[in-house]
T-cell receptor, first 111, second 113 residues
Framework: GNSVTQMEGPVTLSEEAFLTINCTYT??????LFWYVQYPGEGLQLLLK?????DKGSNKGFEATYRKETTSFHLEKGSVQVSDSAVYFC??????????FGSGTQLTVLP | DSGVTQTPKHLITATGQRVTLRCSPR?????VYWYQQSLDQGLQFLIQ???????AKGNILERFSAQQFPDLHSELNLSSLELGDSALYFC????????????FGPGTRLLVL
């Protein structure tokens, strides 16, 4: 079945540091890939997505590239801000259409 | 704001009780999904409805049931509640059953005492 393996947290960075959160997946067919963000006390917000191999999703300075050869969709940001502190979830949309989520990575950015 | 609304925001109840969680999808979305987020299980898909019909089932317990009404809002019914049912319950919606981009509501936090 489908599965998502996500880098374990928590991750603590200083403001303006470079961020990478690793995500790899196992799926049949050609799934879409997503990153969702959950700010404290809130629901999940779609951060970015990619629907086919080599697509790059980007939003608010975050980027992730759909790599079929390595089955990965790593999240990156060049310079994080305190306001980026949240939990980040990698997710896979498979043929069954419901999303399969990774375990989430808690990011804390210190001023 | 995703456009998906959920009520109530918080719910505190006792073991053995029954509760109903409500969700209104984004305007124009026909699919509604329910997810459970707990510390030990993470985010798990429960069930999907499309235009009133059940389309997919995930790890949903027999004590739980859902339905989608003609106005497209959905309700998740949880009965014979146990301590382990304490979790955040999210509703999400999407345009169609083939569209995989889902937009999430703010969630209902359920505490079973």
């Amino acid at each position: 079945g489908n599965s998502v393996t996500q880098m374990e947290g928590p991750v603590t960075l200083s403001e303006e540091a470079f961020l990478t959160i690793n995500c790899t997946y196992t799926a049949t067919g050609y799934p879409s890939l997503f990153w969702y963000v959950q700010y404290p006390g809130e629901g999940l917000q779609l951060l970015l997505k990619a629907t086919k191999a080599d697509d790059k999703g980007s939003n608010k300075g975050f980027e992730a590239t759909y790599r079929k050869e390595t089955t990965s969709f790593h999240l990156e940001k060049g310079s994080v801000q305190v306001s980026d502190s949240a939990v980040y979830f990698c997710a896979l949309g498979g043929s069954a259409r419901q999303l399969t989520f990774g375990s989430g990575t808690q990011l804390t950015v210190l001023p | 704001d995703s456009g998906v609304t959920q009520t109530p925001k918080h719910l505190i109840t006792a073991t053995g009780q029954r509760v109903t969680l409500r969700c209104s999808p984004r305007s124009g979305d026909l699919s509604v999904y329910w997810y459970q987020q707990s510390l030990d299980q993470g985010l798990q898909f429960l069930i999907q409805y499309y235009n009133g019909e059940e389309r997919a089932k995930g790890n949903i317990l027999e004590r739980f049931s859902a339905q989608q009404f003609p106005d497209l809002h959905s309700e998740l019914n949880l009965s014979s509640l146990e301590l382990g049912d304490s979790a955040l319950y999210f509703c999400a919606s999407s345009v169609g059953t083939e569209t995989q981009t889902q937009y999430f509501g703010p969630g209902t936090r359920l505490l079973v005492l």
